[in-house]
């Protein structure tokens, strides 16, 4: 990770030093930017204003790094500002001198240092905070030996989280064996875990080692937990608490050393109340838990992983860059299948390119160009009230989206009342 910091300064003598290098403006910070490779961006501006501008054109040019400004200790209210714009951190000066400036600095870099991804979690995609977070547990449990519990919606990279804990952990030479739990019949799926002697069912012909063993002295990945009966679950249980399986047919149980690392996309919490889930089990699995966020609700990491996946197809005549009219469209649309459906338009656009080398919005699908608010094509005929209503309807769509349904987050996040958006709800049909 490359630790030099770039700054945007009115006080510092421009030019290039050890750890850091200063500009004055944007045109000459977009130079080094294009040309170099830094850690950080570093705002020393001496108007909120002007550091307020450069965030915003930082966020505009998608800037990839943490960003951080210097404020002043009686204008911090002011500057608060900054932190919805783009800006990661505000560091407090004193009207500091250049030497002062420096020092803090070093400290800037110290951070960065340790701020580190996790040991085989780099190509995880986490610009947002809610992403972040889920990095921050990731190294946690590489250094744990406890049983983890991974909930998120479908596609949103559960078995990602699973092997990044796996391959930085003290297990990482031995194996990781994944089972997908939804994808077998009970009886089927415990012998998949469990192994089978033969004869043990009917075609059985041979025997077999299930993925316990398999996995021994590594790590055990059951996904869709969520998805099995009480009567295997039971099962599991026992495996879980004694640390040995007993495989179809045979007539002695074997010792095993695996770490389980579950993943379901259903609130197992729920589902034990609902009595569809044991408790005893949910709390044996539930030691160390990961809740990985929608995509809809991290859209700083739409265009880094757009971007990523491009360049893994690279060799397929994928595009390597996205227009700012296809980039907007993309942040905007929800996911509802989450990263796996962004790996698919991707997969798409690289095989329909053509030998386009830049992404636009006529190449993406129909779902995501609809993500605008559509005009009919009379449209030029609509009266100007007419046209807000259809804007109006098209934003508390969305924003009913992002939310999950939720109306008191969804009114706050518009900054309406709730008794306001019921009565535009029903206004629009939505109710």
């Excluded at 050393?257 to 539930?286: H, P, S, W």
Aim: hydrophobic share 40%; with cysteine.
């Amino acid at each position: 990770m490359n630790e030099e910091i770039l700054i945007v300064s009115d006080s510092l003598e421009p030019g290039q030093h050890e750890g850091y290098a200063v500009v004055r403006d944007r045109e000459q910070a977009a130079h080094l930017l294009s040309d170099g490779d830094f850690g950080a961006i570093c705002l020393d501006r001496e108007g909120c204003a002007d550091a307020l501008a450069d965030a915003r054109w930082l966020r505009k040019r998608r800037n990839r790094l943490p960003v951080l400004a210097l404020v002043d200790a009686e204008r911090v209210r002011e500057a608060t500002e900054l932190l919805t714009s783009g800006v990661e951190e505000l560091v407090v000066r004193n009207a500091a001198s250049a030497d002062e400036l420096r020092l803090r600095i070093q400290g800037m870099r110290s951070r960065l240092r340790q701020a580190v991804r996790p040991e085989a979690a780099e190509h995880i995609v986490a610009r947002s905070p809610a992403m972040r977070r889920v990095l921050e547990l990731v190294a946690k449990a590489q250094r744990s030996r406890a049983t983890v519990l991974i909930q998120g919606e479908t596609g949103t990279g559960k078995e990602v989280i699973a092997r990044a804990i796996h391959d930085g952990g003290e297990r990482r030479s031995a194996p990781f064996v994944a089972l997908n739990c939804a994808a077998f019949p009970e009886t089927l799926l415990e012998s998949e875990l469990f192994g089978a002697e033969r004869g043990a069912y009917t075609g059985a012909v041979r025997t077999r080692r299930g993925h316990f063993e398999q996995a021994h002295r590594g790590t055990l990945f059951l996904d869709e937990m969520g998805e099995t009966s009480l009567g295997f679950q039971a099962k599991l249980l026992r495996a879980l608490q004694e640390g040995t399986v007993r495989a179809l047919g045979a007539s002695r149980e074997t010792h095993v050393d695996v770490r389980v690392i579950a993943a379901t996309n259903r609130d197992l919490a729920q589902a034990v109340e609902d009595g569809g889930f044991r408790r005893d089990l949910f709390y044996r699995l539930n030691v160390f838990p990961v809740a990985l966020p929608p995509l809809r609700s991290r859209s700083e990491d739409v265009l880094p992983l757009v971007e990523a996946a491009l360049e893994r197809r690279a060799d397929e005549g994928a595009p390597v860059q996205v227009a700012p009219d296809a980039a907007e469209l993309l942040e905007t649309y929800a996911w509802p299948g989450n990263v796996r459906e962004l790996e698919n338009e991707v997969a798409r656009i690289a095989a329909s390119a053509g030998g386009e080398t830049e992404v636009t919005a006529r190449m993406l699908s129909a779902q995501i160009r609809g993500t605008a608010p559509a005009l009919p094509p009379d449209a030029g005929g609509e009266t100007l009230r007419q046209t807000m209503m259809r804007f109006e309807a098209w934003v508390l769509r969305r924003a009913l989206e992002r939310h999950a349904g939720r109306r008191i987050a969804t009114a706050r996040a518009l900054g309406i009342t709730r008794e306001c958006l019921y009565k535009k709800l029903i206004r629009h049909g939505m109710q």
